[in-house]
C-alpha cells in the first residue's frame, strides 16, 4: 500500500543551527500537505504543496515540493525554541476523497 | 465553538470497560476523521465519514472499535472491552469538501489510559 516515510526520525539541533526534514512516497502525490504537532498538542496545519518543483516560505520556514511529485522538504533556517515539535507531511491517498496519509513524522528538539 | 472540539479530554478506565469518545467537528465541514496516537508514535487512521456514512473503516483496530455520525455533525467513537494496548490519544479531525485535498483542522484528541 501507500507509503510516507520521512527522514530524520529525530533531530535535535542547537538554537539558532538549520534543520530539514525530507518526506518520500512510494507513489506520486498530486499534492503534498505539512503539519506540525507541538508537545502535548494537536496536528495544526501550515501549507500545501500542489505544483511539481514548488517552492513556499513562511518567514523560516521553507517547503519544496519534488519535481516528480514523490518528495517533499521542510527546511527550517536558524530554529528557534518555538520551532521544537513533530513535522509531518501528508499525501492525499488513493482512494478519490479527502483522506491523508501522514507520514511517520520527523521530531525536532532544538537545544537552547 | 471556532474549532474541532473533542470529549473527553481525559479518560481513565479499567481494562474490560467500554468508552465512548465524542468529536464535534467544525460547522459546515462535512468530512470527519479519527486518529490514533499512541506515544511518541505517528497518527494510525481509523475511520472516515463522509457525511452520516463511513465509506472507509479500514483502519479499525478490531471488531471492539466502532464509531457513528449523525446529523452530519457530531461522531462518537466507542471501544468495547477495553485492552491496555488500546491507551493512546484518540484525535478526531474535520475538513471542508471541495476542490482538491482540503487541510484537516484537529481537536485537542481524548487521552485514553486503560489500567
Known amino acids: 500500500g501507500q507509503q510516507v516515510m520521512q527522514i530524520p526520525q529525530y533531530q535535535h539541533v542547537q538554537e539558532g543551527e538549520d534543520f530539514t526534514t525530507y518526506c518520500n512516497s512510494s507513489t506520486t502525490l498530486s499534492n503534498i500537505q505539512w503539519y506540525k504537532q507541538r508537545p502535548g498538542g494537536h496536528p495544526v496545519f501550515l501549507i500545501q504543496?500542489?505544483?511539481?518543483?514548488e517552492v513556499k516560505k513562511q518567514k523560516r520556514l521553507t517547503f519544496q515540493f519534488g519535481e516528480a511529485k514523490k518528495n517533499s522538504s521542510l527546511h527550517i533556517t536558524a530554529t528557534q525554541t518555538t520551532d521544537v515539535g513533530t513535522y509531518f507531511c501528508a499525501g492525499p491517498f488513493s482512494g478519490g476523497y479527502q483522506k491523508v496519509t501522514f507520514g511517520t513524522g520527523t521530531k525536532l528538539q532544538v537545544i537552547p | 465553538g471556532a474549532g474541532v472540539s473533542q470529549s473527553p479530554s481525559n479518560k481513565v478506565t479499567e481494562k474490560g470497560k467500554d468508552v465512548e469518545l465524542r468529536c464535534d467537528p467544525i460547522?459546515?465541514?462535512?468530512?470527519l476523521y479519527w486518529y490514533r496516537q499512541s506515544l511518541g508514535q505517528g497518527l494510525e487512521f481509523l475511520i472516515y465519514?463522509?457525511?452520516?456514512?463511513?465509506?472507509?473503516k479500514s483502519g479499525l483496530p478490531s471488531d471492539r472499535f466502532s464509531a457513528e455520525r449523525t446529523g452530519g455533525s457530531v461522531s462518537t467513537l466507542t471501544i468495547q472491552r477495553t485492552q491496555q494496548e488500546d491507551s493512546a490519544v484518540y484525535l478526531c479531525?474535520?475538513?471542508?469538501?471541495?476542490?482538491?485535498?482540503?487541510?484537516?483542522?484537529f481537536g485537542d484528541g481524548t487521552r485514553l489510559s486503560i489500567l
Open positions: 465519514f463522509q457525511g452520516n456514512s463511513a465509506p472507509d
Open positions: 504543496l500542489v505544483k511539481s518543483g
Open positions: 479531525a474535520s475538513t471542508f469538501v471541495g476542490t482538491g485535498l482540503q487541510p484537516q483542522h
Open positions: 460547522s459546515g465541514h462535512t468530512a
